[in-house]
Structures are given as C-alpha cells and as structure tokens.
C-alpha cells in the first residue's frame, strides 16, 4: 500500500483535518503542521473535551497510518507500557523441554521474541505497512514522574533496550501525538523535546462550524442556539464547563426531542446531558436557563 504522504503547507494539514471532520484553529494546524514536517511529538494541553485526543485519531485515519494509543494512568509501567517477558509461555517451555531433556536449549531461547508481550511504545518502533504510525500518548498529566523519566528517553532515541535482546530502534519516527488535561505540569525536559499548542475552547463561529460537520441533521438555527447557550456556560465558572462532545450531544439530544429551538422547559429536562455535575445543574436550572435561552435566541438572529 502506498504511503499517503504528509501535507506540505499550513493549508493542506487543515484541509487534511477538515476532510476527517476535524475543524481546526488556524494555529493548531500550523503547529501540526511544524510537528510533522520537523518529525517532532506533538504536545496538546488543554481543558477536557476540547479536542486533543480526536486529533490523534483525525490524523491516523486520514493518512491511513495504524493508531497506536497508550493510555496513561497513575502506577503505569514499563511493563505495560513497552514490553514484558511472557512468563506462563517462558516456563512451559522449559517444562515441555526438560520433560525431552533438553533443557538447556531451552534456557537460551526463552529470551527470543517469540517470548516478548509488546506494548504500545515497543509496537510504535516496529515497521508499519503504510508508513510510520500515529502514536498517541493520552492524558500523561495521569502518570507519575519517574514514567515521564523514561518516556522523554523513549522519544529522544525513538529506542528502547531490553537487556535480555537487545536494542530495539525505529527506522522512522511514529508521529507523536501527547495529550494533558493539565491536573499537573509536564516537565520541562519533556516540553521540550515537543512542539507545544494549547488547544483551547472553540469560539462560536468554529463551534456552529464543528457541529455542522459532526451533527449535519440538526437544523442550523437549533444548531446556533445551542452553541451560543453553551458559550454562555462556559463563561459561567462552572465546576466543570461542557466540552465540545457535549455541545453535540445537546444538539442531537434536542433533535431527537425534535425540538426546533431552545425552549426554557426542554433546556431544564436536558441539561444532564450538557452538565454532568449536580451543583452545577442546579446553578443553571431555571432563571439562568430561561435567561440564557432568550439571550441564545437574540444572538442567533
Ligand atoms: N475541532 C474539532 N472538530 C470536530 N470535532 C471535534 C473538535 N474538537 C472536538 N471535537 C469532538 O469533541 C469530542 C471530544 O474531543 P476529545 O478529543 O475527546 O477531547 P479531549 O481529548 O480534549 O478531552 C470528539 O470526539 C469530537 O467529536
Ligand atoms: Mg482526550
């Protein structure tokens, strides 16, 4: 198969966002744009929900490359990160060989790699059809320090070495995409290995441009009104303010409900699926809700 090649200016990467449905801030496709082209990772902070993780998968899909995705958690290891030796296969090996007498044949091979469980970062560095692969490390504001450690050695060599094998390198670099949802900082020394982009909340005319291409069924002056009531949430200091996954939701909800537009009643029964706080919803319910729609409706006109 051959390889899609990667976009050669700040417009063809947006445009290549755009025909996977992501609708891109003029600055992040520039600093997409400068990671692929400098073959450097990508690293996406921002709030939850505004678009960092569906880049990764925009990306993977629309230049055809596997998507490799290493979720971070707190307690992540190298074992579940990288590789681990396959220990039940390892012994019934030796067993099976001892039982014909062979066993210290059977010694020298349990360290091969047929004996190898690879993990994500070890799968990136192997050659795929198609071209290097999107590797997506998300939310690694989850783990600790000491994985961040071995991680920024990880993307200095794009190598790993299994003392037991050997060094595994890439010919080519996967493409890097890093997510934070910013619970604390990265490192510097990561950082800077990276190209860095705050992805931020969309403002209303990116946001009605986003849910045309994800909910093309809901009518567009429903479609403004929901935009304009959800910019006015965030503007709220919310426990936590709706991401964009939520906007569409609310859209399609309301489509469902076959609403045509906000009304105060039909925004009170359907703001779990905007809110997902109770102190939250009980802020908005109500006087806030009646305002925000009549305020949501003037706007939209
Ligand atoms: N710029 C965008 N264009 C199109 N859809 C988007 C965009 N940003 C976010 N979305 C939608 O919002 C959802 C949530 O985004 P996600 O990447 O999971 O957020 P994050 O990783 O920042 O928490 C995605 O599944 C996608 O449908
Ligand atoms: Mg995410």
């Not at 629309?62 to 012994?91: H, M």
């Not at 997510?179 to 510097?188: G, L, M, P, Q, V």
């Amino acid at each position: 198969m051959a390889a899609i090649p990667l976009p050669t200016s700040i417009d063809q990467t947006a445009e290549l966002l755009r025909s996977g449905g992501y609708v891109a801030e003029r600055s992040l496709a520039t600093a997409l744009f400068l990671a692929l082209a400098m073959k450097r990772p990508l690293f996406l902070e921002g709030e939850a929900g505004v678009g960092k993780t569906e880049i990764a998968k925009v990306l993977s899909h629309t230049l055809k490359r596997d998507l490799i995705r290493l979720q971070c958690y707190e307690g992540l290891d190298i074992s579940s990160a990288v590789y681990e030796w396959n220990y039940p296969r390892q012994i019934m090996a030796i067993r099976l060989a001892e039982a014909a007498g062979k066993s210290t044949d059977a010694a020298q091979q349990i360290y091969s790699e047929q004996y190898l469980i690879k993990r994500p970062l070890m799968q990136a560095l192997e050659k795929h059809d198609g071209g290097p692969p999107v590797l997506l490390i998300d939310e690694l504001d989850r783990t600790d320090e000491p994985f961040e450690a071995f991680l920024l050695e990880v993307l200095s060599d794009f190598q790993v070495t299994i003392p037991e094998l050997g060094t595994v390198k890439a010919d080519q670099p996967p493409i890097v995409i890093i997510t934070s949802n910013r619970t604390r900082e990265i490192h510097d020394a990561l950082k800077r290995r990276c190209l860095y982009h705050w992805v931020d909340y969309p403002n209303a005319e990116r946001e009605r441009a986003i849910l045309a291409a994800k909910a093309p069924d809901v009518g567009e002056k429903l479609g403004t009104q929901v935009v304009n009531f959800v910019q006015m949430l965030r503007g709220m200091e919310l426990f936590k303010p709706p991401g964009i996954a939520e906007t569409i939701d609310w859209a399609m909800a309301l489509k469902v409900l076959n609403a045509r537009e906000l009304e105060p009643a039909t925004v009170d029964a359907t703001l779990g699926v905007v809110l997902k706080y109770q102190d939250d919803i009980a802020r908005v319910r109500g006087v806030v809700a009646t305002q925000g729609v009549e305020a949501a409706k003037k706007a939209a006109v």
